[in-house]
């Protein structure tokens, strides 16, 4: 089945439409930018401009940096409380004219990576984490999938989610090397395998095309991989959540 598949970031609406048995992308990725944090007629209007670029009528599932309970959104980390306690997926349908599915991101792309990517196959627990504005994470075990799972938001220094401390945007803008970097990583990391004991981490976000810079520094008791779909993970399983989502 065909979906279009948005994944939301803290800088840009990212969409595509995707062959969901497949989990290729059938066309080139269209990108609206956003404030951060995002205004809602904003966000609205970016899911919009985005159906719209493809002349979409189809259904759209969006993968939303926040906790998602059924069709509404719950607490949000970085695009904004604005978005908190609404109907997400009412809003996004009203804003675009389509049938709207919504997951939260990194289950998102931790599906398209267990069904399609670097945990294919894997019947263990798997802990896919995303490295972006936050820190997203999601669990599997033996392929499914424990949604709403908030590894960033452990409170690390005064009381701060630890992806204030460790997220790639933090490396950009404390202007870190890799290895200062992921000396916070594996701090994170350490408490993630000592809340849950995953036998796989898949590491993705944008820093998963650029494993050779990081990998080598990393500290866990797990196999640590880049994610293998890179940043089509989000878009992809933007996509394949919209057939388990409340809509
Ligand atoms: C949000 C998560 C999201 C992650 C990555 C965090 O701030 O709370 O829901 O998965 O950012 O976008």
Redesign the pocket.
């Known amino acids: 089945m065909n979906v279009l598949g948005i994944d939301?970031?803290?800088s840009a609406f990212k969409g595509a439409p995707v062959d969901t048995k497949t989990g290729k992308l059938l066309a080139e990725r269209h990108r609206v930018e956003i404030d951060a944090p995002c205004p809602t007629a904003q966000g609205l209007a970016a899911a919009k401009a985005i159906a719209k670029h493809f002349d979409w009528k189809g259904p759209i599932g969006i993968?939303?940096?926040?906790?998602?309970l059924g069709d509404k959104i719950d607490?949000?980390?970085?695009?904004g409380t604005n978005w908190e306690k609404t109907n997400g997926a009412a809003i996004f349908r009203k804003a675009t004219g389509c049938k709207v599915g919504l997951s939260?991101?990194?289950?998102a792309a931790g599906l398209a990576e267990m069904r399609f990517g670097a945990g294919k196959g894997h019947q263990g627990s798997v802990l896919m984490l995303?490295f972006?504005?936050?820190?997203?994470?999601?669990l599997f075990y033996r392929g499914q999938l424990l949604p709403?799972i908030?590894f960033?938001?452990i409170p690390w220094h005064r009381s701060q989610?630890i992806?204030k401390y460790a997220?790639a945007a933090v490396r950009q803008r404390r202007n870190l090397s890799w290895e200062e970097w992921v000396v916070r990583v594996n701090v994170f990391l350490k408490v993630a395998e000592r809340l849950c004991s995953p036998e796989l981490i898949i590491v993705g976000?944008g820093v998963s095309k650029k494993a050779d810079k990081w990998l080598q520094f990393i500290e866990a008791k797990a196999k640590v991989v880049p994610a293998k779909m890179n940043n089509d993970a989000g878009i992809v399983g933007a996509a394949l959540a919209w057939e388990n989502s409340a809509r």
């Open positions: 939301i970031g803290g993968g939303f940096p926040g906790i998602i607490a949000v980390g970085n695009l939260n991101d990194a289950d995303t972006g504005t936050g820190i997203g994470s999601a709403n908030e960033g938001h989610p992806e997220s976000g």
